[in-house]
């Protein structure tokens, strides 16, 4: 938890009140289950809670008994390891570290192996010098124009671990998302999880994404819910906005096991969710108090010792896993699923649905050869299902083949276009079907020359990056929208670099340059910009095919806006290559490369 003392901007010279949560201390985990139904009433069920469907943010039709009971061990074991980050990295996970990058990478990994759309956000403006990034997941999942985003700060202050300020936090929210993916459940909304880097410098990270978001994406954002400090050994019940409609499903889960909760004064206006409230998103979150101390009332309702500070380990190098109160971590890990399944599951059963792709989505053959593709399924809600795979518009003298001829969503075929000695030159897009419980098709573009002749075309793939990843291999979580960073066309680019720390990302796409043309030329867009000040080269970006570099620019060639860069690949007439982006930067100040608009064009 920040210092900042403040109240809708207005900042105090004096701690206000004394709120804060609390239960009795423990490092051990206390088993519970969820309270039986008739513990939360009737009017508290899902769509009637007040502050869901009538009274607040929309909710799904999921009942109370759906949310699931998080396995509060798994949560300690988080900690376990964000504790053993910091002792190896100086006990400390302060964000310009190298704790907090080993602590981003902890999570980023399990989130991705989970099915995350995970995405790192640099701070670029803002932040402490050499602070790390945010860490933003998106379960893919549910209406994209409704989203409920749930966060809390991943950095420690300087002089200890943070594991309750603020691992608590962010171990409860990973596991909660975890929990999410292991159940799939059918969903209403979008989930946003987010770990926020250099709160503990002024809310800096936070701040930063907030103010990145276009007006557009900052409507989709209905509430934001934040967990700071969610285990303190002498802490009370505390909740951010208790009254509000934000607030409603956290409070009546809260309310269900008899804790009455209180309004989180001494948190106001100092952890991440006041980044939010201040750009108009409703907000509240979970908190069980920092330095000031418990009333005799609190102590009476709650136990613990009064006229105590609610963390007596608050901000020094004794915040570590034997910091941590079990129960009071359960209950609020348990209150966070609570309040995500009543505002983004439902109950109804998922239709099975699927996608279908081509990788690459054209090929260039002189008469008599043949072109491949990997046509690839994926599971996008229900179960996975058998699809039968089919393709039309294929001239006379073409066939297609896939092998297999069927696929388990989820995976891939191999395809292959043969053309005959005769077939007539010309461009023939291709209708590739997948047939299932319901019908996707894509398109695959054939292009057949003339014998000893070139057809002059565009050869890569998705080199704008506006359709997705694919089919682009490496380091893809680069490409996409990101705030901080603008796009030369439309609304996405890729990204490398810019961590200012030592870093690699790399990019590859395969494509055959056909043989009969006497020219090959790559065009790209790149923006250049660094913080570094001296005229020597230390970070690098480099095009390379194969293992070949063929251009080395660095940021030295920094410039405040995009520049076209062209290398000529003539030489590869005639051979399937991979062709390579790769952004390296060494151990301080930032480069970031920001590629867009390749293409690579035959004549």
Same mark, same amino acid.
């Given at each position: 938890m920040f210092r900042r003392f403040a109240v809708a901007g207005v900042t105090l010279a004096t701690t206000i009140g004394a709120a804060a949560l609390a239960v009795a201390t423990t490092a051990a985990a206390t088993p519970r289950t969820h309270p039986p139904l008739s513990a939360i009433s009737t009017s508290q069920s899902a769509g009637s809670i007040p502050g869901t469907a009538a009274h607040g943010p929309a909710a799904g039709s999921a009942r109370a008994a759906d949310a699931p009971d998080v396995d509060v061990a798994k949560v300690q074991a988080h900690l376990t390891e964000l504790n053993n980050i910091a002792t190896r990295n100086g006990g400390t996970r302060k964000s310009s570290g190298q704790g907090y990058r080993d602590s981003v990478a902890y999570v980023k990994n399990k989130l991705q192996a989970a099915g995350y759309t995970v995405t790192e956000q640099p701070c670029t403006s803002g932040c402490a010098t050499g602070a790390g990034p945010n860490l933003i997941a998106e379960w893919p999942q549910g209406d994209a124009a409704k989203v409920y985003m749930f966060g809390s700060h991943l950095d420690s202050v300087g002089a200890g671990p943070g594991i309750n300020d603020n691992g608590s936090g962010s171990a409860a929210l990973l596991e909660t998302a975890l929990t999410l993916a292991e159940q799939h459940p059918a969903m209403t909304s979008r989930v946003r999880f987010a770990w926020w880097t250099d709160e503990e410098q002024g809310l800096n990270g936070s701040d930063f994404y907030v103010s990145s978001l276009a007006a557009a994406e900052r409507s989709k954002i209905k509430a934001y819910y934040n967990f700071d400090m969610i285990a303190s050994t002498n802490g009370g019940y505390f909740i951010n906005h208790v009254s509000s409609a934000a607030a409603q499903p956290m409070k009546a889960y809260w309310d269900s096991l008899g804790l009455q909760p209180e309004e989180n004064t001494e948190g106001a206006g100092r952890s991440d969710d006041y980044s939010f409230e201040r750009a108009g998103i409703p907000t509240s979150g979970y908190a069980m108090g920092a330095s000031a101390r418990k009333t005799s009332a609190q102590a009476a309702k709650w136990g613990g010792t009064a006229s105590r500070a609610y963390d007596p380990c608050y901000h020094q190098s004794c915040d570590t896993t034997g910091n941590i109160n079990a129960t009071g971590l359960n209950r609020s890990v348990d209150g966070i699923a609570y309040t995500l399944w009543n505002l983004a599951v439902t109950n109804s059963t998922p239709a099975n649905d699927f996608s279908l792709t081509a990788a690459?989505?054209?090929? !260039?053959?002189?008469?008599?050869? !043949?072109?491949?593709?990997?046509?690839?399924?994926?599971t996008t809600s229900g179960s996975a299902q058998t699809v039968k795979l089919s393709a039309m518009g294929a001239p006379a003298g073409v066939t297609v083949s896939f092998n297999p001829a069927s696929v388990t969503s989820g995976s891939s075929s191999a395809m292959t276009v043969a053309t005959a000695a005769g077939t007539a030159p010309g461009t023939y897009p291709l209708t590739i079907t997948g047939a299932g419980s319901v019908t996707h098709t894509t398109t695959y573009t054939l292009t057949v020359k003339g014998t000893g002749g070139?057809?002059?075309?565009?050869?890569?793939?998705?080199?704008?990056?506006?359709s997705g990843t694919t089919p682009w291999t490496g380091d893809t979580g680069a490409i996409g929208a990101h705030a901080g960073q603008p796009a030369h066309g439309g609304s996405r680019f890729a990204w490398l670099g810019g961590y200012g720390r030592s870093a690699t990302d790399s990019l590859s796409q395969s494509v055959t340059v056909p043989a009969g043309c006497g020219k090959a030329t790559l065009t790209y867009w790149l923006h250049i910009d660094t913080d570094e000040t001296d005229r020597v080269a230390y970070d690098t970006f480099k095009v390379k095919v194969g293992s070949t570099t063929l251009t080395t620019l660095s940021?030295?060639?920094? !410039?405040?806006?995009?520049?076209?860069?062209?290398?000529?690949?003539?030489?590869?007439?005639?051979?399937?290559i991979t062709l390579a982006f790769t952004a390296t930067e060494d151990t301080s100040l930032q480069t970031s490369f920001v590629l867009d608009d390749a293409a690579l064009q035959t004549g």
């Open positions: 690459p989505a054209t090929g !260039s053959v002189d008469p008599g050869a !043949s072109a491949t593709s990997t046509i690839s399924t994926a070139c057809t002059g075309q565009q050869l890569l793939t998705n080199g704008g990056f506006e940021n030295t060639d920094a !410039s405040s806006g995009y520049t076209q860069r062209t290398v000529d690949l003539s030489r590869y007439v005639g051979q399937r």
